[in-house]
């Protein structure tokens, strides 16, 4: 394509469509009282433009929805299955693929084996379903981002990178009680910020010199690997797939979400080197997911991962993918509203603590930003702050490290009126950010508590 001209096209034509429901200011404040003033419980079809999450919610090609029809469902060894583990291998050769219903699954089964009490298991920053099955065994989640990864205005290329002093001195002092380390890419609860690949590469180092295994958190691998090849010193030449495989060579292991880079709007997989490992993680998936060549997925599932996998890393997608992503963030930064900066890749994330700073983090302003967003537009987003991590493990409550409102941007499934339309509306919720409310929590499950709690407003 010429690069001359700067207008975002989509790299795909539009084959079919599903309707939205428009509502009413007063449709709209009912439904979110009614839902607990959380946006998980809000009715789907009650929502206009839905930025809840980017995972499992994007759109599946053509060419994916034609593999579908080659799904054989056969309960062991079926065609599907292989296809499914060579098209895991040409990105990520590691030597067992164990697939999964989705990347949770994953996570469960690999820290039921590895964790438990008086484990740490470190990370530049854990997304709410790792930190929690990694609590769940017993074993304590620590983040270790860089400094520039907690200022939501720092400029970085990578804001994402794992602070490589801190996570030598852990494992100076601890290495004999940590079974693994992960590096999230990209950063999710960071602000989908991407890690270096020079990053990568020390975090191996570090690893291998003290013999703990390193896995990738790696459900927005090709995104991470876009902004390596855009911001990376001597990466630019590189095909997008190679640097994939060269960050996969690097790690021991790997969780995954199908749900989001490889397009899937259900899957996952656990893939590893270690024999012995394997073969324990492989026992408890038979226990709770199903036989290995299914893991909780059906041949459909398996034939359309295969073929998203081969979509995902291909530039046009991707230069799209992220330069609409960053066609959001800008507008908002250049009306004001104060974003975290530079812009990720699958969302864009409004600093709620700046914006809101009226409300004390204990008060939940990004989940009084996320509420408005809703009751004005009709727009459902997710707040990533105190009410996902403030809950620490003993029961008591501190502030999240950052309040930020998520507007995830499913995959190949707005077009950018759709985008002008949010950014209309979040620059209007903004202008009156002074006058929202705080919210207090009146219903806490012990666990992932923003997925159901119910809040009230405070007068």
């Not at 309040?403 to 919720?429: K, M, W």
């Amino acid at each position: 394509m010429d690069q001359t001209f700067t207008t975002i096209i989509e790299p795909f034509r539009i084959h079919s469509v599903e309707p939205l429901r428009m509502t009413t200011a007063e449709e709209r404040s009912f439904a979110i009282e009614q839902a607990g003033f959380n946006l998980f419980n809000l009715h789907a079809e009650d929502v206009l433009i839905d930025l809840l999450t980017d995972s499992g919610t994007g759109a599946m090609s053509r060419d994916q929805w034609a593999a579908i029809q080659h799904g054989d469902e056969s309960y062991a060894g079926s065609p599907s299955w292989f296809r499914f583990e060579a098209a895991v291998k040409e990105l990520f050769p590691f030597r067992h693929v164990i697939p999964t219903h989705q990347g949770r699954a994953a996570e469960r089964i690999l820290f039921s084996v590895v964790g438990g009490p008086g484990k740490l298991v470190p990370n530049n920053t854990h997304f709410d379903t790792t930190r929690a099955n990694v609590e769940f065994s017993g074993a304590e989640a620590r983040d270790l981002v860089i400094p520039e990864g907690h200022d939501a205005a720092t400029i970085h290329p990578f804001k994402g990178n794992m602070d490589l002093g801190a996570l030598e001195t852990l494992l100076q002092e601890r290495a004999a009680t940590i079974p693994v380390v992960f590096l999230t890419i990209t950063n999710n609860s960071g602000g989908g910020q991407p890690v270096s690949l020079a990053n990568i590469r020390g975090v191996s180092e570090i690893c291998r010199s003290y013999g703990v295994p390193f896995f990738l958190d790696a459900c927005r691998f090709a995104e991470n690997a876009w902004f390596i090849h855009e911001r990376e010193e001597g990466q630019s030449q590189r095909d997008i797939s190679d640097i994939v495989r060269e960050i996969a060579s690097l790690a021991d292991g790997m969780t995954m979400s199908a749900k989001k880079d490889p397009f899937g709007n259900i899957g996952g997989w656990l893939a590893l080197n270690d024999d012995d490992l394997a073969e324990k993680c492989r026992n408890m998936l038979i226990l709770t997911e199903g036989f290995p060549t299914y893991g909780g997925l059906t041949g459909r599932d398996l034939e359309a991962l295969a073929q998203g996998l081969k979509e995902a890393v291909q530039p046009d997608y991707l230069r799209y993918r992220i330069r609409s992503t960053a066609y959001l963030g800008d507008a908002l930064d250049a009306a004001g509203v104060p974003v975290v900066k530079p812009i990720g890749g699958h969302a864009v994330y409004v600093d709620a603590k700046a914006l809101l700073s009226h409300i004390p983090p204990l008060q939940y302003p990004g989940q009084a930003l996320a509420v408005a967003l809703y009751k004005s537009g009709g727009i459902r987003s997710c707040e990533i702050g105190t009410v996902m991590f403030g809950r620490q493990p003993d029961g008591t409550e501190a502030p999240a490290a950052m309040e930020l409102v998520r507007l995830a941007i499913p995959r190949r499934t707005y077009t950018q009126s759709h985008i002008d339309y949010v950014i209309e509306v979040v620059t209007s919720v903004a202008k009156d950010a002074a006058s929202l409310p705080g919210y207090r929590m009146v219903r806490e499950p012990q666990a992932l508590r923003h997925f159901t709690a119910q809040f009230e407003p405070i007068a």
